[in-house]
């Protein structure tokens, strides 16, 4: 039987990490390790490690902030498993994961996996809106890391699984502030190590709880894929321009508006997509209209950011440094 390494790299959300703890502790398969990083934190979660010591095998460590990647290798120096699981902290699993993971790690020959992270009912109106966005294959859900992509995967680290001793050779994370999960991903297969994608091994991922906050992440997410294709040239796709477009068409189309009126039933168009589309998944009308914005906060961000970096990496040749200047987490 295999032994699991849960790696919980955590900045200032112990009422998260206490949901993700309840989730642990209701799995029908119960032999593990949980490994919690205190990256920095002004709101420790010590409090809520040391109450769930009593129901699950916890170790928590205290560092000075690094950033993701960092924190997540010094939680993997300190784990036993043969199998190393990463998970935000704003992640909840179904009872199952973790049996659903065995029996794919014990029938099948991969070294490394993900799953699909989808929106729970208890979650509120702005997160299952947020949810929706990142899932959608109207948006950029189609490329990111709950689908398959006709050639190759590319596990992401908010549901991430890697043998040890691969993570091992690669080094792990690099410090890269965001995209270090799919820098991981793509030198895992560089190297000729195997990804697969485990349908069944979903999490519930809460991510943002507001617009602003959730602009900035999908902002830097853009900005990450030119970084990334600077550290892995040819990895950025046609379908990595899409966000741009979209941003720069509405645009036009906006300006297109003072000289043509009917101009505005283009603008329409894809809301009204995005609405029905949300209606059809989440059958909630509220979840829907907000989905609407959600969607254009996520292809506007993720489209200028991409546009920024590749003007200031690309043209300008500035160094990767300047993307994440300030803490990824603030």
Known sequence: MNHISFIIPVYNRPDELGELFESLAAQTRPCFEIIVVEDGSVETSETVCSHFEKLLPVQYIVQNNTGPGPARNAGAAKATGNWLIYLDSDCILPPNYLETVEKAIDSCNFDCFGGPDKAHESFNTIQKAIGY????????????????????FYPRSYNLGVRAAVFCTLNGFSEMRFGEDLDFSMRTLAHGYSTRLIREAFVYHKRRNSFRSFYKQVFNSGMARINLDMRHPGTIKLVHWLPSLFAMGHIFIILLLCMYPFALLLLAIMPIMFFLHALFQTKEVATALLAVIA????????????????????ILKRPESFSFTRNFYK
């Open 295 to 314: 969607s254009f906060t996520q292809l506007f961000g993720y489209g200028l950011g991409f546009m920024k970096a590749f003007i200031l990496r690309k």
């Open 133 to 152: 966005a990142m899932s959608s294959i109207l948006t950029t859900g189609g490329i990111r890391g709950g689908k398959e992509r006709m050639d190759i």
